[in-house]
């Protein structure tokens, strides 16, 4: 499967626990994308990488988030001290980065905090 | 800043009728502007985009777009209903094609009546 993989596709933490979310973008793509998704909501961005670099972390909430993409291996976002109110579908996307390419989605890994 | 407002959470079609659903945006910039699908419990699947080239823009499983300027609207259409269209679909807007942030509407979902 050459398309956006992200795992676990369901993770429950209690309260207080940390949360890892991992994210292996396209063959050939070096752009990746975090979106949260809350229900009833659309896709809100959280963070923009290049490998070894954040990009645009406009959209991170000041604390207990925080996003990496390493020279070798997959993009994770990590939350810590989880909350109820980060229970939501984080979705990943990647791109090449060039013009008229568009960003392809992951099937997302479903948050629950109990 | 961008944003998108799409009309109708909710719209119902019968099978074989007309597929309308309604999305406006706002930019400072000329705006690249797409269509996303999510069937439940999946990631987002790309539509189709409009990249200021043709203003109506065709997409995959019949579905197209029509980028109307005056209107700032892009609305997305398909002539005949297939019951395999009932998902939620999601317009997008962005600075750039491929290597920027995607603003999304909160969605609407189609419900497509035998």
């Known amino acids: 499967n050459a398309g956006v993989m992200q795992n676990p596709r369901h993770l429950v933490r209690r309260r207080g626990q940390e949360a890892r979310l991992r994210c292996s973008p396209m063959?050939?793509?070096?752009?990746v994308y975090w979106y949260r998704q809350l229900p009833e909501e659309g896709l809100k961005f959280m963070v923009y990488?290049?490998?070894?670099?954040?990009?645009?972390e406009s959209g991170m909430p000041k604390e207990r988030f925080s996003a990496e993409f390493p020279k070798e291996g997959p993009s994770i976002l990590r939350i810590q001290q989880v909350v109820r109110g980060d229970s939501a579908a984080y979705f990943c996307?990647?791109?090449?980065?060039?013009?008229?390419?568009?960003?392809?989605f992951g099937d997302g890994t479903r948050l629950s905090i109990l | 800043a961008q944003s998108v407002t799409q009309l109708g959470s909710h719209v119902s079609v019968s099978e074989g009728a007309l597929v309308l659903l309604r999305c406006n945006y706002s930019?400072?910039?000329?705006?690249?502007l797409f269509w996303y699908v999510q069937y439940p419990n999946q990631g987002l699947q790309l539509l189709l985009k409009y990249t200021s080239a043709a203003t109506l823009v065709k997409g995959i499983n019949g579905f197209e777009a029509e980028f109307k300027k005056s209107e700032t609207s892009f609305h997305l259409t398909k002539p005949s209903a297939h019951m395999s269209d009932a998902a939620e679909y999601f317009c997008a807007v962005s600075d750039g094609a491929g290597s920027y942030q995607l603003t999304f509407g909160k969605g609407t979902k189609l419900s497509v009546i035998p």
């Open positions: 930019s400072s910039v000329p705006p690249y």
């Open positions: 996307a990647s791109s090449s980065g060039r013009v008229n390419q568009p960003q392809h």
């Open positions: 990488l290049q490998k070894e670099n954040i990009i645009d």
């Open positions: 063959k050939g793509h070096s752009h």
